[in-house]
């Protein structure tokens, strides 16, 4: 495929924002085996193809296994992902469970289904990492995910908590690794409609949208047209956070605070207007023509 300037422009920057998470959060070190889930949606395709040519070009030796789950739902084109693997030389796993049979059966109609799903799709590919010797596991969320996610803590759960770049599982056995945590939606989506990837429709299972979650995506949606740039500026305050300006007691030692103290970072703001930066103009890959839409296996 003859590639254009744009889907090239549009690689190289995916390819510098991947390359400064995975550096940023040392999330892939020299021997490490990667197991790199993908659904066949837009996100793990373009995280798969990233991590190969990072792997490619990188100074450390790291292994990377792809791994598809066929959850058995009915119209899951199960030949795609093996040959589109094949015949790009990743070495891949195919697991065959049939979750949708389980969730269906536990959960009464109209009930929403994500959440028993998700929690076996995690067993099985926790089982999967250890069955391979897989230390990480990575995961195709991107920096919309984790703003979205943090305003669903925030809305509705009351918690100000989103998503982190890296995290240890439960049992401690392996790390889990978000290599697009820099990344928007909506570059990955034009770098997968240009790249052709073999996309599987991700509503197989006839589960709605979560609907909190389409809330939240339609108002950030909303703001960044109104105002270019607030995902991007939500993203970087997640990693600029100052506990004693918030009002948690296991983050900062409120009761304890006395005169004569050191001042906290940031300092005393009781009576100064907040300081605002100039908005955060948007950066991303210089605009260009867009792709076609989607191709959607086996439909
Ligand atoms: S949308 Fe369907 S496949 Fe995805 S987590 Fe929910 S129930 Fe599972």
């Not at 296994?65 to 058995?72: E, F, H």
């Not at 950030?220 to 997640?238: C, H, I, N, Y």
């Not at 050191?262 to 100064?272: K, N, S, V």
Request: glycine letters at 8%.
């Amino acid at each position: 495929m003859e590639r254009s300037n744009t889907l090239q422009r549009i690689e190289k920057w995916l390819l510098r924002e991947t390359g400064k998470a995975i550096a940023d959060y040392n999330m892939i070190e020299e021997g490490d085996t990667v197991l790199v889930c993908v659904s066949g949606g837009k996100d793990s395709h373009t995280l798969l193809h990233l991590l190969r040519i990072l792997q490619a070009k990188a100074p450390i030796n790291f292994r990377l296994i792809a791994m598809n789950l066929d959850q058995k739902q009915p119209g899951f084109p199960a030949e795609v992902l093996p040959a589109y693997f094949e015949k790009t030389g990743v070495d891949f796993r195919i697991i065959e469970a049939d979750t949708y049979s389980v969730v269906k059966e536990k959960i009464p109609e109209g009930k929403t289904t994500c959440s028993l799903c998700s929690r076996l799709r995690r067993g099985i590919i926790y089982r999967t990492a250890k069955e391979l010797g897989a230390n990480k596991i990575a995961l195709g969320h991107h920096r919309d995910d984790m703003v979205h996610t943090l305003f669903l803590n925030l809305i509705f759960g009351g918690k100000l908590k989103a998503m982190p770049p890296k995290l240890v599982t439960d049992d401690g056995a392996h790390v889990v690794i978000r290599p697009l945590a820099y990344c928007a939606e909506s570059d990955i989506a034009r770098y997968s409609r240009g790249m052709e990837f073999p996309i599987i429709p991700c509503n197989l299972c006839g589960s709605q949208d979560n609907l909190q979650r389409q809330k939240i995506r339609e108002m950030m949606q909303e703001w960044d047209q109104k105002f270019p740039g607030r995902t991007e500026a939500v993203f970087s305050a997640l990693q600029n956070v100052v506990p004693s300006h918030l009002a948690d007691t296991k983050l900062f030692d409120f009761k304890g605070l006395k005169a004569g103290l050191t001042p906290a970072a940031e300092g005393d703001t009781l009576f100064d207007p907040p300081e605002l930066p100039p908005m955060l103009a948007p950066r991303g890959p210089l605009d260009g023509d867009d792709f076609p839409l989607p191709v959607v296996a086996g439909a």
